[in-house]
């Protein structure tokens, strides 16, 4: 298991479903131990109502988060280089991430989680799917930094 970061930068296409839920479960997980935020390549789309349903099964709250893209972060003051690891969650996040940081020792890892949307023709079925990108995103944080409890 691997020390965690002080900072991670999670990111996927369009930060309404698996990066805000990353940041989430991570913060619910690991608290104030690390600064964590979360972005994606646009930053067209809300929250994703399955993705904020899923998440509450955890007591992880989504509803307040507002999606941003690297443009929108880079605009409001946030660099880059301030955060260790950025954990891109989709390839076009992968492919963004390692242009912005192509000049910088910034480490981009790539985590090939599910993107649960436009999955499953009823809200049961979409909910599974959705429930499966979760607990993936559980199991790699889990697997990495351990659960949260100081046994790391």
């Known amino acids: 298991m691997d020390t965690l970061p002080q900072s991670i930068l999670f990111c996927c296409d369009h930060n309404s479903v698996r990066s805000?839920?990353?940041e989430g479960i991570a913060k619910k997980l690991f608290g104030?131990?690390?600064?964590?935020?979360?972005?994606?390549v646009k930053g067209d789309l809300d929250i994703d109502g399955f993705a904020i349903s899923?998440?509450?099964?955890?007591?992880?709250?989504l509803s307040r988060h507002r999606s941003r893209s690297f443009d929108e972060m880079e605009n409001w003051g946030d660099?880059?280089?301030?955060?260790?690891?950025?954990?891109?969650?989709?390839?076009?996040?992968?492919r963004r991430a390692q242009e912005l940081t192509r000049h910088s020792h910034l480490e981009v890892e790539y985590w090939p989680i599910l993107d649960?949307?436009?999955l499953g023709e009823s809200r049961d079925a979409r909910?599974?799917?959705?429930?499966q990108a979760r607990d993936q995103i559980v199991e790699r944080l889990k697997t990495?930094?351990?659960?949260?409890?100081?046994?790391?």
């Open 20 to 22: 805000p839920m990353a």
């Open 32 to 40: 104030t131990d690390v600064y964590l935020q979360s972005v994606g």
């Open 54 to 61: 899923v998440c509450q099964e955890l007591e992880v709250e």
């Open 79 to 94: 660099d880059l280089s301030s955060f260790d690891l950025i954990v891109a969650l989709s390839p076009a996040s992968q």
């Open 116 to 118: 649960p949307t436009g």
């Open 127 to 131: 909910l599974v799917s959705y429930r």
């Open 144 to 152: 990495r930094w351990g659960d949260g409890t100081g046994t790391n």
